[in-house]
């Protein structure tokens, strides 16, 4: 029910309350379902204009990121310049994501850098996700470059940055590049991530196994031959996905 959603909202910001990220994105989620739910979402917008109620901010980026669920976007961007053209209301970072996001969905890299640099421009400050979108766009197009141009900005990584990035070197090939990511594996560990199975499974595949024991498994390493280290690689590989299928087990309904 889009009009009972929007209004939630619409009383929740006029209350102060603080919408959460992910209820912005099951919306977006649910207007970007079909192109006649998001037409259906536009009208809802329009009618609450037309009757003199404000339209809350979350609701704009919800239909924002609708449009780039669906893969419109024309109109996530028409939509995203309505914000402050037509409804007088000032982009947030969650706005900025919004649009990001559809870039991000088609790997288009030229457009999200823009729109990050007109971020900035406009005061507007990039949070996690912003970062996580970002990187996940530069890496999965192979512009190593820039992806690690724009992670050394990221004040405090979080772990699917740090995973984006590594992964894509080490499966890339670039063995110029291996001590960077071995640079990175050890800033890492020390900002307190685990190894998860993926990533394990990445280095040995990439025989990087023997090489970074040192990082790895720095209590395990000593008298351990190349396949001894390989093989904790495995068992921990094996370990975290074992975990990480418990703990979705744990938390689905």
Request: aromatic letters at 6%; charged letters at 20%.
């Amino acid at each position: 029910d889009l009009p009972k959603a929007f209004a939630t909202l619409e009383a929740m910001e006029a209350a102060s309350v603080a919408c959460p990220p992910a209820l912005i994105t099951m919306l977006a989620d649910a207007c970007g379902s079909t192109p006649q739910e998001l037409d259906r979402a536009y009208e809802v917008l329009l009618d609450l204009k037309d009757a003199g109620r404000p339209v809350s901010i979350h609701a704009l980026n919800a239909v924002i990121e609708g449009c780039s669920v669906i893969g419109d976007l024309n109109r996530a961007y028409e939509t995203f310049d309505e914000a402050h053209n037509t409804f007088a209301l000032r982009r947030t970072t969650a706005t900025y994501n919004a649009l990001l996001r559809g870039y991000s969905n088609v790997s288009n890299h030229v457009g999200l850098r823009k729109l990050y640099v007109a971020m900035m421009e406009d005061d507007v400050d990039a949070d996690n996700r912003t970062h996580d979108l970002l990187m996940h766009s530069y890496c999965s197009t192979g512009n190593l470059a820039i992806a690690l141009e724009h992670f050394r900005c990221i004040c405090r990584p979080s772990m699917n940055q740090y995973m984006a990035l590594l992964i894509r070197i080490i499966n890339s090939g670039a063995k110029d590049l291996f001590p960077v990511a071995l640079e990175l594996l050890t800033a890492m560990q020390r900002d307190g991530f685990p190894i998860p199975g993926a990533l394990q499974r990445a280095i040995v595949i990439a025989k990087l196994h023997d090489q970074w024991a040192h990082v790895l498994h720095p209590r395990k390493v000593r008298g351990k031959t190349s396949k001894g280290a390989a093989a904790d690689l495995h068992a921990d590989a094996a370990t975290a996905d074992r975990d990480s299928h418990q703990t979705r087990a744990v938390s689905e309904p």
